[in-house]
């Protein structure tokens, strides 16, 4: 469905769930792809799985909340690919806990992965981009550069035990907006994309997390990782050019509901 040949792309957290998903979409499209995760052994051995394939993808494992790291895998994109074209700031963890009792340690983890990560990859992303356009090495609208951030839906509705997240998850949306007024001038787009319930490798530890959204869902299912991946595929496609700045929610219509899970 989508041709991305000659095109390079970032993306964080990309070890497993949704991010690998993403990263493998992109390869079978013809990106070439720098794959981030902090779990060295998921970045290189799907890096690897990908080669063996016949696409270009480098590792740089490390924390993408992490100016050094973040820094890394834009220089990683434009010396060993030539360009960046695509950065998806995927990277985010969910920390469960009460509201009134929430550790601060928690609270600053949770800002330092899901925020200051998505803030400063985007902002290293679009200075290497704009340089790019500068430098004419290729511009134009579909093609100067597109941030993708991921959200969630409890960054639009209530779920219970997940207040700092929900915050964090809120300001992601808002940044798109920032992000999609601010670098428009430069023919950069930013969009986030609000899953809601997403069966990946972490969510299902839960056994009953499919019959449990099953239920919750208008569509009668949880989305796959590749559901989220293909949305995220469209926002960077040349389909997407004149969308800038918004969310595009992914979750089989949980939020025309929004019922809460009960456990
Ligand atoms: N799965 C869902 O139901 C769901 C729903 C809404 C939003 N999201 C969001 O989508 C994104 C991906 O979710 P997922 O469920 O696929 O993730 P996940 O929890 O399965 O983690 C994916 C990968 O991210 C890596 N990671 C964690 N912290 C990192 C860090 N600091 N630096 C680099 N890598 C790191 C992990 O090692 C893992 O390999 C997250 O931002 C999450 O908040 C997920």
């Given at each position: 469905?989508?041709?991305?040949?000659?095109?390079?792309?970032?993306?964080?957290?990309?070890?497993?769930?949704?991010?690998?998903?993403?990263?493998?979409?992109?390869?079978?499209?013809?990106?070439?792809v720098?794959?981030?995760?902090?779990?060295?052994?998921?970045?290189?051995?799907?890096?690897?799985?990908?080669?063996?394939?016949?696409?270009?993808?480098?590792?740089?494992?490390?924390?993408?909340?992490?100016?050094?790291?973040?820094?890394?895998?834009?220089?990683?994109?434009?010396?060993?690919f030539?360009?960046?074209?695509?950065?998806?700031?995927?990277?985010?963890?969910?920390?469960?806990?009460?509201?009134?009792?929430?550790?601060i340690?928690?609270f600053?983890?949770?800002?330092?992965?899901?925020?200051?990560?998505?803030?400063?990859?985007?902002?290293?992303?679009?200075?290497?981009?704009?340089?790019?356009?500068?430098?004419?090495?290729?511009?134009?609208?579909?093609?100067?550069?597109?941030?993708?951030?991921?959200?969630?839906?409890?960054?639009?509705?209530?779920?219970?035990?997940?207040?700092?997240?929900?915050?964090?998850?809120?300001?992601?949306?808002?940044?798109?907006?920032?992000?999609?007024?601010?670098?428009?001038?430069?023919?950069?787009?930013?969009?986030?994309?609000?899953?809601?319930?997403?069966?990946?490798?972490?969510?299902?530890?839960?056994?009953?997390?499919?019959?449990?959204?099953?239920?919750?869902?208008p569509?009668?299912?949880?989305?796959?990782?590749?559901?989220?991946?293909?949305?995220?595929?469209?926002?960077?496609s040349?389909?997407?050019?004149?969308?800038?700045?918004?969310?595009?929610?992914?979750?089989?219509?949980?939020?025309?509901?929004?019922?809460?899970?009960?456990?």
């Amino acid at each position: 469905m989508f041709d991305f040949k000659q095109r390079v792309a970032v993306v964080t957290g990309a070890g497993t769930g949704i991010g690998e998903a993403i990263v493998r979409q992109l390869a079978q499209a013809g990106a070439c792809v720098v794959v981030n995760d902090v779990n060295a052994d998921l970045a290189t051995g799907l890096c690897q799985a990908l080669r063996d394939d016949g696409a270009a993808a480098i590792a740089v494992p490390g924390d993408s909340s992490d100016l050094d790291v973040i820094n890394s895998m834009i220089k990683a994109a434009t010396g060993e690919f030539g360009r960046l074209d695509f950065a998806v700031a995927n990277a985010g963890i969910t920390t469960f806990g009460k509201f009134i009792d929430y550790p601060i340690e928690d609270f600053q983890r949770l800002v330092d992965v899901n925020l200051r990560g998505t803030f400063f990859l985007a902002q290293s992303a679009a200075r290497a981009m704009i340089a790019q356009n500068a430098a004419s090495v290729d511009s134009g609208a579909t093609s100067a550069g597109r941030l993708v951030l991921m959200s969630s839906v409890t960054g639009l509705q209530y779920h219970p035990d997940l207040a700092a997240y929900a915050m964090s998850k809120a300001a992601i949306r808002m940044l798109a907006k920032s992000l999609g007024a601010e670098l428009g001038a430069h023919g950069i787009t930013c969009n986030a994309i609000a899953p809601g319930a997403t069966s990946t490798e972490r969510t299902l530890a839960d056994e009953d997390y499919e019959a449990t959204w099953r239920e919750l869902t208008p569509t009668g299912r949880a989305s796959t990782p590749n559901d989220i991946a293909g949305t995220a595929m469209f926002l960077l496609s040349p389909a997407a050019a004149q969308i800038t700045g918004q969310t595009l929610v992914v979750d089989g219509g949980w939020t025309c509901v929004s019922p809460p899970p009960t456990t």
